[in-house]
């Protein structure tokens, strides 16, 4: 036994987390690449290395994924300072640089100095199809304005395939459940965000992240946009691109009649935030959200403007119409704050006056053991109290959109 708890323990030196040995970085000049404070780590690393991350075998495991910051041209390399041996019997360590190499493409590099060399053609590297908005950020650490772009690409694009499998290799380290889409499949519409810069008088241009969105078909003559995959890369997060991205996206489709209303697949609960702040940016211009108009309640013709000009469907317009309603609602006036409050109940009820229909069909065909079974999962007070407590939630998402939405 003693004996298994050390080949235990000095097997366990051997276990590494991968999240925190794969290092990215977006290199723009050669000194980046031994400069370690411009690199970053995954969010993600389970459809690789299992629910655990970790690799086994190795100590001080490093595996470097460096991308030149444009055209995303890739250094591979994996290092680490001890590997298992032969004396540990019937132990292999883990294939990290193949689990890896299924999900790069080839054509990466495997030495610095080839990679280095990679960066002189940036300068040759422009962004992928049609210029569809242009933007600037403030930079605190330049001290300057900087400018971004966002443009619209297809696959008829000389070199973004080839582009595209580069980039969405980030989508395994960043999204919970990624997964590489069939982009010969010409529904596809790719957006992309670059930042335009400057090195030496030259004119460079940096990826900062993309969304792709699936035109499904709605019958008889529609198409409905479906927001599949959206990534703004760690460098970029939290200075607002996300927002401008989203936004371009949906002004993009809001000029074509056949487009019926945006959608996205399985949203994450940060893009439903986002989505909301750039929603209700956008609907505030509308003369049906007015304050005026936002005083007599949610009808029929806030979500026939919404889905006619913005593309909203009616769902996403009812939510807005709340966020600005609390807006111009003075919560310590008791009376507004409850008008408000039933407004929002009665449509967090929907689910629960459901329950209350299936109960009434119940009563004619169950036993009574069965019934009274159903009956205590149904109990009234404990559906108000979940629905005072999704109440909250709601209230505190729809503040949080408007401090941003104030910050703006």
């Not at 590494?16 to 000194?31: G, H, Q, S, W, Y």
């Not at 001290?143 to 694009?157: P, R, V």
């Not at 965000?193 to 699936?214: C, H, I, P, R, S």
């Not at 003075?330 to 449509?347: C, I, Q, Y």
Request: proline share 4%; net charge negative.
């Amino acid at each position: 036994m003693a004996d298994m708890n050390a080949m235990e323990k000095k097997l366990a030196e051997y276990k590494c987390d991968t999240n925190e040995a794969i290092c990215l970085k977006l290199v723009r000049f050669p000194e980046d690449v031994d400069d370690d404070s411009t690199a970053f780590h995954p969010e993600y690393s389970h459809q690789l290395f299992g629910d655990d991350e970790v690799a086994f075998g190795y100590k001080g495991l490093q595996v470097q994924l460096y991308y030149s910051a444009g055209n995303l041209s890739t250094l591979f390399k994996v290092k680490y300072t001890a590997r298992v041996t032969e004396k540990f019997d019937c132990v292999e360590p883990d294939d990290v640089e193949g689990k890896i190499r299924k999900i790069i493409p080839l054509g990466f590099c495997s030495n610095s100095d080839d990679f280095i060399s990679l960066l002189e053609k940036e300068a040759n590297f422009k962004p992928f199809g049609s210029l569809l908005h242009t933007y600037k950020v403030h930079s605190v650490e330049e001290g300057a304005d900087l400018t971004y772009q966002i443009h619209k690409a297809d696959l008829s694009c000389p070199g973004f395939r080839e582009y595209h499998e580069r980039l969405q290799t980030f989508l395994m380290w960043f999204i919970e459940t990624a997964s590489y889409i069939d982009v010969d499949d010409d529904r596809w519409d790719f957006f992309l965000v670059f930042e335009k810069y400057n090195k030496d008088g030259e004119t460079l241009y940096a990826t900062v992240g993309y969304m792709t969105v699936y035109n499904y078909y709605v019958y008889p003559d529609k198409t409905r946009p479906r927001v599949s995959q959206m990534l703004v890369l760690p460098p970029f997060q939290g200075e607002g691109h996300g927002a401008q991205l989203l936004e371009t996206v949906h002004r993009f489709y809001c000029n074509s009649p056949k487009v019926q209303d945006i959608t996205a697949e399985d949203p994450s609960e940060n893009y439903v935030k986002l989505r909301d702040f750039v929603l209700v940016k956008m609907c505030m211009a509308l003369p049906s959200f007015s304050t005026e108009q936002l005083s007599r309640g949610f009808r029929d013709e806030m979500a026939t403007e919404a889905r006619e000009k913005l593309k909203i469907n009616k769902k996403h317009a009812r939510r807005v119409y709340e966020i600005l309603r609390l807006r111009n609602t003075d919560m310590s006036d008791e009376k507004k704050a409850r008008d408000f409050r039933l407004e929002v109940k009665k449509r967090l009820f929907g689910p629960y006056r459901k329950n209350q229909r299936e109960l009434t069909k119940m009563r004619k065909c169950l036993r009574p053991e069965e019934l009274a079974s159903h009956i205590s999962q149904m109990d009234t007070r404990l559906q108000h109290e979940e629905l005072e407590k999704s109440y909250q939630e709601v209230l505190g998402e729809y503040r949080r959109v408007l401090e941003r939405l104030a910050q703006a």
